[in-house]
């Protein structure tokens, strides 16, 4: 006891200059975990930099001497942590004792080995780095000679020699809370103890100054030595090049380091959560990085068990700790989200993506043929990291929208649809137990996430050089979807990633309401490096949200794709989708501006269906399932004509950008897409029937015998061209469903003829002039309107056969 009222004594009596440390947060952690060791280490992006061997070695003998300077500050703290220790043990055998042997014991367990480990690691680090630091005084005469000094430097085998004993901060992190709440304990009960506690001195004798700590503090300082360690073994890695004898055993210290700060984060989270309501612990749930709308701005999103912590990158100034700081949190006790897909970029967004993607093209094909010099090829790679990063931030066109009860929103924007359902249905299952939240420490929350991040290692982007992802076009024809629980208007979305993550993306057009749907649409993308595609099929509803019914991911590699079409099914949840493969491989070409698609209007069918690869043209696929969608029910649907100005601009979309006119579509009143589809048709340089068929089409309505009448309409149809034959019909049986709701549209099959027949059927022009103007009308009003009553119509086929090269395989995900 008397030694326990003497080391009290001495720290009233000291007069010593003081740095002061900030008040304790809430758990005993102080909110100034990182030392000058961690300055400029945290890098964001998490990409190596490409320097030259000299650079490389100079970095590397700059952090090595850091690393000596910090270890002597951490065995400085741990002394002083076991200062009192002695004196405790002695006063444990008396009548009064503070701490029982015990509480001694648990209050330091392992710190006196932990302090042996980096006494040793120290002394040895010490003696072989400053050597090389005092190389510096060489003169300049030699210095050319010299600039290599770093090279013979081997500092790895003290390295590894610290990981395999890094078991002894396992014992230390396990014991960590039962040591605090001793220390908090005895703190309440004893006033000498409490004055120790709360003012322990450290001597720095460099500065011939101390630094006053708190015991908790002092605890704390081993956890926070264990996420360090992780940070410098990856900076060392980095600064060390690779033909260094050092490199390999670095690597692997960083390997052992790594996998236990992921045991630790684990296995420790526990012990730094917060319980909640239903005896619930908040625990980390899921993280990763996405866009805030409003900013436009990079952010790390942290799901927990009861609420939304959304943190951004601090970069400090020079000799300042770069750091993550809060930006926001929203509880998840009634939390609304609601996505959508559909969002267009502008057009300066688009041509911002543009120049970038063409720079980021130049870059790496400039890094991979390893034509520049060292310090050019490093000065690419970072403008490549660079403009990947604007990629990353630029692409996201997926809007995920947050609504808490308490009237605040946030919106995210994501690349992948993929990985914002991940998102929803991450949360959903969380709100479904209505955890209440409980305020949160957000600055203690906020600066794990540098430890958080460390141990997880989340992907931002990818800067790899001649990867073995796959590069050339890949084609994918959707066919047709089964398993629908109940009839409903699907779309499938299919995805493909490159250098690290999803900007590539395409979806076909909605189908009709059915339990079966038939897309027959091919999707084209252009891969560089892909080594993945992902598929959603997605129920839509007009003026609801969107549902995903199921996802699945294929690996791309030479047993999923191959040069001739190839057909598979996979099972998306309950749902199986059909689809054929096609992979050419080749040298990309450098990108350009979007691309433009064939227009579609004023051409003739024949090169239409040829540039789609399909028999009927997705303008008129697309209009038809739009209407059959939400027009049926539409009184006058192809009789009251829409907006001139809405369907021109329509028009124009399909003309330029199929998926512009999807979006398009589905915002417009449907008349106007009515008003589309019959325009199509008028605009057509040849009518759809062909004219040579007209006259023989009149004589065949006029036979007496229905049997010889149906023989001969059918035989002219089947004489017509493939694609004209089949997007008449298939037009047909369309304009058959709407006449079975004539009581409803009042649209009868003599209506619909009317309306359509002098688009479809014309006359051949003869000498100049038309047949008389009055019978060629009654005719083509006649011709359709009999075609509309036959009950025996062939089905149509919507495009062209694909040959196989094995036969269909299914996949199940």
Known sequence: MDNLQESAGDLEAQQASVMEQPDVLPGGVQPEPVSPLLTDLLSFPDTPTLCTTEEMLEKRLLLLKGIVKSEEVYLRELETL??????????????????????????????????????????????????????????????????????????????????????????????????????????????????????????????????????????????????????????????TPPEHSDYQICQEALRLSRSFLVGVNESSQCKREVMLTHDMRRKLVRDGFVVDATEAELRHLFLYTDLLLC?????AAKGKQDQYRFSWYLPLAGLKLRWDSNQQQSHDVVMRLDSVRSKTFLLRQQLQQQTASKCVAARNRKKLEQLELMMF?????????????????????????????????????????????????????????????????????????????????????????????????????????????????????????????????????????????????????????????????????????SPRWRRQTLTLNKVDVTFSLKYTPHQLDPPGTSTQQHPVFCFPLEIVTQHEGVLVPHVVRCCVEEVERRGLDEEGIYRISGNASEINSLRGFFNTNLRDALTRMKSVEINVVSGTLKLYFRELPEPLVPPELFHSLSQALEEKESHSRLDAMLSLLQSCPEPNRHTFLFLLHHLQRVSERQEVNKMSALNLATVFGPSLLRPMVVGGEHDDISQAVAAQVQVIYYYLQCDCLPEAQI?????????DETTQM
Not at 226 to 233: F, G, P
């Open 311 to 315: 943190t951004k990158y601090k970069a």
């Open 393 to 561: 931030i630029l692409s996201p066109v997926h809007r995920l929208e947050l609504h808490s009860p308490s009237g605040k929103s946030r919106t995210l924007l994501l690349s992948s649809l993929t990985e914002l359902e991940e998102w929803r249905e991450s949360i959903r299952k969380l709100t479904k137990d209505v955890v209440e939240t409980l305020p949160p420490d957000l600055l203690t929350m906020t600066s794990a996430c540098v430890k958080l991040r460390m141990a997880q290692q989340p992907p931002l982007v990818c800067t790899r050089v001649g990867t073995t992802g796959m590069c050339g076009t890949l084609s994918v024809m959707i066919h047709f979807a089964s398993g629908l629980q109940e009839a409903a208007s699907v779309y499938l979305f299919v995805e493909v990633d490159g250098y690290g993550f999803y900007d590539q993306h395409a979806k076909t057009h909605s189908s009709a309401r059915s339990l079966s749907p038939h897309w027959e649409q091919e999707l084209s993308f252009q891969m560089d490096e892909a080594q993945n595609l992902q598929l959603l099929c997605v129920s839509h509803c007009h003026g609801c949200e969107d549902t995903i019914l199921g996802r699945a991911t294929l690996k791309l590699n030479s047993s999923a794709v």
């Open 82 to 239: 076991l200062m009192p220790m002695k004196a405790l043990r002695a006063a444990a055998g008396t009548s009064k004792p503070v701490l029982s042997s015990h509480q001694v014991q648990t209050v330091f367990y392992q710190v006196p080995e932990l302090r042996e480990i980096h006494q040793s690691f120290y002394t040895e680090l010490k003696a072989r780095v400053i050597p090389h630091c005092h190389a510096e005084e060489i003169p300049a005469q030699t210095a050319k000679r010299t600039r290599h000094r770093g090279f013979d430097l081997t500092v790895g085998d003290l390295f590894q020699k610290v990981m395999k004993q890094i078991g002894v901060y396992g014992g230390f992190i396990a014991n960590y809370k039962k040591a605090v709440d001793v220390v908090r304990k005895c703190m309440q009960s004893d006033p000498l103890f409490r004055t120790l506690a709360e003012s322990m001195m450290s001597t720095n004798s460099s500065e011939k100054s101390q630094t006053k700590y708190t015991f908790e503090a002092l605890l704390y300082k081993p956890l926070d030595r264990v996420t360090k360690t992780t940070l410098v073994l990856r900076e060392l890695v980095q600064t």
């Open 799 to 807: 495009s062209v056969l694909h040959d196989t090269d094995v036969e």
